[in-house]
Each structure stands twice: as structure tokens, then as C-alpha cells.
């Protein structure tokens, strides 16, 4: 069984991971990633294309490595902080940044306005951009206990998106991973888990993340937050490991690097660390535009979970 420390490190690598080996199969079709590589564990699938080079990290873990940065650095949520970083970061053009969290950062609205303000006029803020950088403030917010790590999760989720639908997946994300370090079941932690999100949201929620759920019953395209969180519970329940989850949810195309980083985090955390393969760690690095240049490395992010953990 792996520690805690084992299964943080496996949720924020993991995710990272499923990221960037996703990236190059995004708007992809179905089964692209098995056709390229039909037998798992041979090696070469951290490809690179698309504009990624192999390894290279998108959007997804860009935002959440500096999540990850303001909770450390402020000592706790700093939802203004967080905004002023995301902001920095969406000005220094970087390669991907989804469509609506880049209207939002780049309005020039205040943080606790700018997402609200956006939704009010667009009526399409449900997106699963604040579910793709889930995994660090689930570690740290975990050991504080499920309403703690919910209600952190709508806040930070609230940044970018103003529709609630997006809050209450991410808080549902956040749970799970919660429950995962713990060592936990966390398909038993479901039902528990549909009992805290808010009752607008609850029915919709509760058929997505079924028992028979299925990708092919999505009612969205998986940009989307319900079949994002929910094609991430269905790779993990339809696998046995991290790998096979992963290579799941990329066969699934679409927004594949963002599916991939949610089942690779809610995976790392189930799986632990050492079920990421290191030929994929190995090669995994993630630029931060805005801050000076600066590209993590797996052992910076190791050194990161190990900080969020305490
Ligand atoms: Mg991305």
C-alpha cells in the first residue's frame, strides 16, 4: 500500500503527466493514442506534437503548480493572490489557456468579480478548466477534512468560472482525491460525496458518475465538466492501474490532455507514485510564462508536493 506522501506525490506528478502525454492527441479521435502505441509499457509514448515537445506540460499543470505556489508561499488560500498569478501567467501568452479562463484573466475586472461578470454575459462558463489543476490544493487541503477541502475547491474554481456547475465538479474531484490519500475506496466515497454538492447540481452529478456510466452517454463534448470528471471515474473504474487509466482516458479524444491530467491526478493519488512510469516522469517538465522563465522538473514538483503535504 502506498503512504500518503506516496499517493500526494502520485496525485499532482500524475496528473502533470497524464497533461503532457495527452497534449500532442488534443482534438484527436477516438483510440489515436492506442493505434500509435497498442501495447502498454514499451516505451516512446511521451511523444511530444501539436506544438508540445515530449514531456511538456500544458495549461492544466501550468495553473496548478501556481496554485500550488500561492498556498505555500501566502500560507493558506489567498483567492486575490491566486487571481494576480493567473493573471500574470495569461498575459505572457502562453502556448494553450482555455477560452473562457482566458476572458476572465484578461478582462481586467477585479478577481472577485471578473468570472461572475463573465458568465452574466456569456452563459457558458462550465468548462473544465478549474477541474484540470485540481490536484495540489486537494493535497493540501485534505488533511482539514471534506467541507474544508469542498468549499476551497468552489473558491479557487470560482476564479476563472463563474457557472456553479464547474464549483461543484472541482469540489467533487477534490473529495475523491481526498479520499484516495487516505487509502480509501473512493468509488464507495461517491454517494457520500453527491450528498455535499449543492442540490441545483446533485441530479446531474449523480448520473454521470453512475456505475454504468459510459463516455459514449456524454451529453457534452468533454471540454466539459460533467464528462471530464466523470470519463476520469469511468477510466479508473474500467482499469487496474495507473497507466491503463491514463491510456483510457487519452483513447477517449477530445480535450484528451485535460482528461488525462484529472483521471492521471484522481489515478497518481488511488495508484501512488510508483505506479507513474519514471520513463514518463523522466521527460515531464512544466514552463511557468510570466515567472521568469522558470521550468519545473518532476524533482521540483517532488519537492513542492512534499511542502503541500506539511
Ligand atoms: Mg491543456
Not at 506528478?13 to 502498454?40: Q, T, W
Not at 455535499?196 to 452517454?217: F, G, K, M
Not at 491526478?265 to 495508484?271: D, F, T
Amino acid at each position: 500500500m502506498p503512504t500518503r506522501t506516496e499517493r500526494a506525490l502520485g496525485a499532482v506528478i500524475g496528473s502533470a503527466v497524464g497533461d503532457a502525454l495527452g497534449a500532442p492527441f488534443e482534438f484527436g479521435p477516438e483510440g489515436a493514442f492506442s493505434a500509435r502505441f497498442p501495447a502498454p509499457g514499451t516505451g516512446g509514448e511521451m511523444c511530444g506534437g501539436g506544438g508540445w515537445d515530449p514531456g511538456e506540460a500544458t495549461d492544466d499543470t501550468q495553473m496548478a503548480v501556481l496554485v500550488a505556489e500561492s498556498l505555500l508561499e501566502r500560507g493558506g488560500l489567498d483567492l486575490p493572490d491566486v487571481f494576480h498569478r493567473f493573471r500574470r501567467w495569461a498575459a505572457a501568452d502562453p502556448k494553450d489557456i482555455g477560452l473562457q479562463t482566458e476572458a476572465v484573466l484578461t478582462s481586467g475586472d477585479p478577481w472577485d468579480l471578473a468570472a461572475a461578470l463573465h458568465f452574466r454575459t456569456s452563459q457558458r462558463a462550465a468548462g473544465n478548466g478549474a477541474l484540470m489543476r485540481a490536484a495540489p490544493s486537494a493535497v493540501y487541503f485534505a488533511p482539514l477534512g471534506r467541507a474544508t477541502t469542498m468549499d476551497a475547491a468552489r473558491r479557487l474554481s470560482a476564479l476563472t468560472h463563474g457557472d456553479r456547475a464547474a464549483w461543484e465538479g472541482t469540489a467533487v474531484l477534490h473529495e475523491l482525491i481526498r479520499v484516495a490519500l487516505t487509502g480509501a475506496d473512493h468509488v464507495t466515497a461517491v454517494p457520500d460525496t453527491l450528498g455535499a454538492v449543492h442540490p441545483d447540481h446533485r441530479e446531474r452529478y449523480t448520473t454521470v458518475l453512475a456505475p454504468d456510466w459510459h463516455p459514449d452517454r456524454a451529453t457534452e463534448f468533454n471540454g466539459a465538466v460533467w464528462p471530464c470528471l466523470a470519463s476520469a471515474v469511468w477510466a479508473l473504474r474500467t482499469t487496474t492501474g495507473y497507466e491503463d487509466a491514463v491510456r483510457a482516458a487519452i483513447d477517449l479524444g477530445g480535450d484528451t490532455d485535460t482528461v488525462a491530467a484529472v483521471t492521471g491526478g484522481l489515478a497518481g493519488a488511488v495508484y501512488g507514485i510508483d505506479a507513474v512510469p519514471a520513463r514518463w516522469t523522466g521527460a515531464l517538465h512544466v514552463p511557468l510564462p510570466g515567472f521568469a522563465g522558470r521550468v519545473l522538473t518532476t524533482a521540483d514538483l517532488t519537492s513542492l508536493v512534499r511542502r503541500l503535504c506539511g
